[in-house]
Structure formats: structure tokens, C-alpha cells
């Protein structure tokens, strides 16, 4: 039932997102400086209120109603979007309304791993990993559906559709979906639990990972075909591939994760994404681009199935704090991959948009070995620091139970 939820969930975003650019340009007929408007003050917002619902969950409040609330002010957002042609009403209903709907998969992930703990045969990196994938398998199917839907700039299809996504989701929430009991004792002595900190500097190799991958994806179709001749239906195949190859990764990965230190292999992972990266920088042939796509569902497998697990193994007690502090992490790697590579560009290519994301995934890398130094130091230190074992598959939260 979470994986259905996870998909349902993923599937609202995969409709939208990828149009809203097109929508604001050649829907509303507003100029292109609109789009980085629209894109900070929407995410900005959305931000606050991930992190606003992250922290009421570790306080006792129901994931699972703070989920149906998010999820209808995205619906509604949805249906403003479909009846307006208004920039101006877009917009505050973006910030007003749609921002909600970022605090959905933060709920999703922590409703799930607050009924996952509970279980005791569930391998927690695995279940998050499977939570991830869910909404990857959305993203496979979403964008190239939703733009079917807009053919000929009828944007109103493809918002109906994902508001139509939106209240099942909030149906299927309403009737599948337990409540997962949070109180307890031990629970609520937890959640005094100080955040170290060593833990933002995991959170800002995360930041930094999704920074590359955002770099990359976003300058690919450009680059691909205006700067190196190739066929327009070439970057849906390049992303169509790696999709799919990402999938069997990341759930490969939450299931070696019980055996082997998630933090060396997410060290790992940031090592693929460097030679991707520069691979794609001296790539010239379609056949080299699809054998790279191999290394970067490494890389990315790796990336979205053991980064939340590992953010939650340091704060066991925070779950909702976690889950929101790496939504926004992604979404903020975005917003500034987005940008880095529009300045890219302008300066010089979107070839050398890779060279940023090879930046991006170093700065990482360099991240994640500091976060391991800082993490030794203070485990060391003495039995005062509460942290989880990154490099077991025994979750440190083990101890809320």
C-alpha cells in the first residue's frame, strides 16, 4: 500500500513539473525571466512548509492527514491552473497552494518509515529504497503522458489529469493508509535528540549530488541537439534508459545496504557520477552517451535509494525532521543546478554544464568524506553523541522502539 501510495504520489509531480516552463512561456504567454519567478518563490515556499510538517509529525501529529493535506492543496492548485491564464493567479496559487504538494513525498517517506519500525522483519534501507523507486517508476511514464496531454499548448488536459492523481492519492490515503501510533516514552525522549553538526554536512552532499545530476539533465537535450547534431528523439532515449536501468540499482542498493557501509557506497556512487560527468564532456557519439547511462543509473541508484536512510540513521528519533530536510535538499540542488547551468550557458556552452556537474559531484564527495571524519570524531568523543550506524543495515532506530 505505501508503494502504491509512493507511485501515486510521484506520478501528481511527473505531470507537472516538467511542463511548467512551457506552460508559463507558450501557455500564459508571459516572458521567459517568469519561469525563475514563478520556480524560487514556489520552492521557497515550499521549503518552509515541508520543514513546518517535517517537524509537527516528530511532534505526534498524523503524518497520514498532514499527506491528505498536502495533497489537496495541490489538487486545488492543479484546477486554478487549468481555468486561469494569468501569470499573476498561477503564481499565488503556486506559492499559496501548490508549495503544499512538496510537503507530500517528505509525508509519504515518513509515514512509511514510522510503520516500518514498527515491523520487525523490515529491512528499513531496503524499504526506503522501494518507497524511492516507486516514485522513479512514476517519473518513467509521467513527463512523456503529460506532454501528449498538452499537445497543441492544451495545458488544461494534462492539469486535470494530475488533479484527478492528486484525489486518489488522497483517497487512497483516506482508506488504505493506517494511522501509525508515534507515542511513546522512549519516542518522546527522543525528540530532544540535538541535531550534530556533521549531519548537514551529509545534507549538503546531497544538495551537491542532486546540483550535478539537475546540471546535467537539464543542458542534455540542448547540448545534445543544437551543439552536437544528434537527433531530437535522442535525450527521451538517453533519459527513457537510465530510467529504467536506475530502478533495479536503487533497489539493489537498499538491499546491500543491510551487509555492506552505506557510507562508502555512497561515496562510490559520487565516483561514477565524476566519470559520467566527464564522459559525457568528451562524448561525441550517441553509442558513447547510452554506455555512459550505464554509470549514471550507478550513480544515481545509489544516490536516491540510501540518502534519506542514511540522513535518518543520524537523527533515529527525527524522522519527519529527516525526511523533510532531504526533500528540500533535493529541491534546492535543483534550483541551483538550474541556475548554474543557465549562467553556463550563457558564458559558454551547455557542454560545459558537465564540467559543473563534475564540480557538483567533488564538492560532494568532499562533503561526505568530512561528514565521515566529523562523524568519527564525535562517536569517539564519548557515549554523549546519538547517532546511527551508517554502516549497518541495524538501524539506529531501532532505539525509538
Same mark, same amino acid.
Given at each position: 500500500?505505501?508503494?502504491? /501510495?509512493?507511485?501515486?504520489?510521484?506520478?501528481?509531480?511527473?505531470?507537472?513539473?516538467?511542463?511548467?516552463?512551457? !506552460?508559463?512561456? #507558450?501557455?500564459?504567454?508571459?516572458?521567459?525571466?517568469?519561469?525563475?519567478?514563478?520556480?524560487?518563490?514556489?520552492?521557497?515556499?515550499?521549503?518552509?512548509?515541508?520543514?513546518?510538517?517535517?517537524?509537527?509529525?516528530? %511532534?505526534?501529529?498524523?503524518?497520514?492527514?498532514?499527506?491528505?493535506?498536502?495533497?489537496?492543496?495541490?489538487?486545488? =492548485?492543479?484546477?486554478?491552473?487549468?481555468?486561469?491564464?494569468?501569470?499573476?493567479?498561477?503564481?499565488?496559487?503556486?506559492?499559496?497552494?501548490?508549495?503544499?504538494?512538496?510537503?507530500?513525498?517528505?509525508?509519504?517517506?515518513?509515514?512509511?518509515?514510522?510503520?516500518?519500525?514498527?515491523?520487525?522483519?523490515?529491512?528499513?534501507?531496503?524499504?526506503?529504497?522501494?518507497?524511492?523507486?516507486?516514485?522513479?517508476?512514476?517519473?518513467?511514464?509521467?513527463?512523456?503522458?503529460?506532454?501528449?496531454?498538452? =499537445?497543441?499548448?492544451?495545458?488544461?488536459?494534462?492539469?486535470?489529469?494530475?488533479?484527478?492523481?492528486?484525489?486518489?492519492?488522497?483517497?487512497?490515503?483516506?482508506?488504505?493508509?493506517?494511522?501509525?501510533?508515534?507515542?511513546?516514552?522512549?519516542?518522546?525522549?527522543?525528540?530532544?535528540?540535538?541535531?550534530?553538526?556533521? !549531519?548537514?554536512?551529509?545534507?549538503?552532499?546531497?544538495? $551537491?549530488?542532486?546540483?550535478?545530476?539537475?546540471?546535467?539533465?537539464?543542458?542534455?537535450?540542448?547540448?545534445?541537439?543544437? #551543439?552536437?547534431?544528434?537527433?531530437?528523439?535522442?535525450?527521451?532515449? $538517453?533519459?527513457? /534508459?537510465?530510467?529504467?536501468? #536506475?530502478?533495479?540499482?536503487?533497489?539493489?542498493?537498499?538491499?546491500?545496504?543491510? %551487509?555492506?557501509?552505506?557510507? %562508502?557506497?555512497?561515496?562510490?556512487?559520487?565516483?561514477?557520477?565524476?566519470?559520467?560527468?566527464?564522459?559525457? !564532456?568528451?562524448?561525441?557519439?550517441?553509442?558513447?552517451?547510452?554506455?555512459?547511462?550505464?554509470?549514471?543509473?550507478?550513480?544515481?541508484?545509489?544516490?536516491?535509494?540510501?540518502?534519506?536512510?542514511? /540522513?535518518?540513521?543520524?537523527?533515529?528519533?527525527?524522522?519527519?525532521?529527516?525526511?523533510?530536510?532531504?526533500?528540500?535538499?533535493?529541491?534546492?540542488?535543483?534550483?541551483?543546478?538550474?541556475?548554474?547551468?543557465?549562467?553556463?550557458?550563457?558564458?559558454?556552452?551547455?557542454?560545459?554544464?558537465?564540467?559543473?556537474?563534475?564540480?557538483?559531484?567533488?564538492? =560532494?564527495?568532499?562533503?561526505?568524506?568530512?561528514?565521515?571524519?566529523?562523524?568519527?570524531?564525535?562517536?569517539?568523543?564519548?557515549?554523549?553523541?546519538?547517532?546511527?550506524?551508517?554502516?549497518?543495515?541495524?538501524?539506529?532506530?531501532?532505539?525509538?522502539?
Amino acid at each position: 500500500m505505501f508503494f502504491i /501510495l509512493s507511485m501515486l504520489t510521484g506520478l501528481i509531480g511527473s505531470f507537472v513539473n516538467p511542463l511548467m516552463s512551457l !506552460f508559463i512561456v #507558450e501557455g500564459l504567454h508571459s516572458p521567459p525571466a517568469y519561469i525563475g519567478m514563478y520556480t524560487v518563490a514556489v520552492t521557497l515556499a515550499g521549503l518552509v512548509f515541508s520543514q513546518w510538517l517535517g517537524t509537527l509529525a516528530d %511532534k505526534g501529529i498524523s503524518a497520514r492527514k498532514m499527506f491528505m493535506i498536502a495533497v489537496s492543496g495541490m489538487a486545488a =492548485a492543479l484546477l486554478v491552473f487549468a481555468n486561469t491564464s494569468s501569470f499573476w493567479v498561477v503564481l499565488v496559487a503556486g506559492v499559496i497552494l501548490f508549495s503544499m504538494g512538496n510537503a507530500a513525498i517528505p509525508q509519504v517517506l515518513t509515514l512509511g518509515r514510522q510503520w516500518a519500525v514498527q515491523q520487525p522483519d523490515v529491512n528499513l534501507a531496503q524499504f526506503n529504497a522501494r518507497l524511492r523507486a516507486a516514485i522513479s517508476f512514476a517519473w518513467i511514464g509521467g513527463p512523456p503522458l503529460g506532454y501528449a496531454l498538452a =499537445a497543441g499548448v492544451d495545458f488544461d488536459r494534462s492539469f486535470y489529469m494530475a488533479a484527478f492523481f492528486a484525489l486518489v492519492a488522497l483517497c487512497f490515503a483516506a482508506v488504505f493508509i493506517p494511522e501509525v501510533a508515534t507515542s511513546s516514552p522512549q519516542a518522546s525522549n527522543h525528540r530532544t535528540q540535538k541535531t550534530p553538526a556533521y !549531519f548537514w554536512l551529509m545534507v549538503l552532499a546531497i544538495t $551537491f549530488g542532486s546540483v550535478g545530476n539537475i546540471m546535467y539533465s537539464s543542458a542534455l537535450p540542448l547540448y545534445v541537439i543544437n #551543439e552536437l547534431g544528434f537527433a531530437t528523439h535522442t535525450p527521451g532515449i $538517453f533519459m527513457g /534508459l537510465v530510467a529504467c536501468l #536506475e530502478i533495479p540499482v536503487m533497489l539493489y542498493a537498499g538491499k546491500l545496504a543491510h %551487509k555492506r557501509n552505506k557510507i %562508502k557506497m555512497f561515496g562510490v556512487a559520487f565516483g561514477c557520477a565524476m566519470v559520467f560527468y566527464i564522459g559525457v !564532456f568528451f562524448a561525441t557519439q550517441v553509442w558513447q552517451l547510452i554506455a555512459l547511462q550505464f554509470i549514471n543509473a550507478l550513480f544515481y541508484g545509489v544516490f536516491a535509494g540510501l540518502g534519506l536512510t542514511i /540522513l535518518q540513521d543520524q537523527l533515529p528519533a527525527r524522522i519527519g525532521f529527516t525526511a523533510a530536510v532531504y526533500s528540500n535538499a533535493i529541491k534546492v540542488g535543483m534550483m541551483l543546478g538550474t541556475t548554474a547551468t543557465g549562467v553556463l550557458a550563457q558564458f559558454f556552452s551547455f557542454r560545459f554544464a558537465t564540467i559543473g556537474a563534475f564540480c557538483a559531484a567533488g564538492a =560532494a564527495l568532499s562533503c561526505l568524506l568530512l561528514f565521515n571524519y566529523r562523524k568519527n570524531l564525535a562517536r569517539n568523543a564519548g557515549p554523549n553523541h546519538i547517532s546511527g550506524n551508517a554502516g549497518s543495515g541495524q538501524l539506529a532506530g531501532s532505539q525509538v522502539q
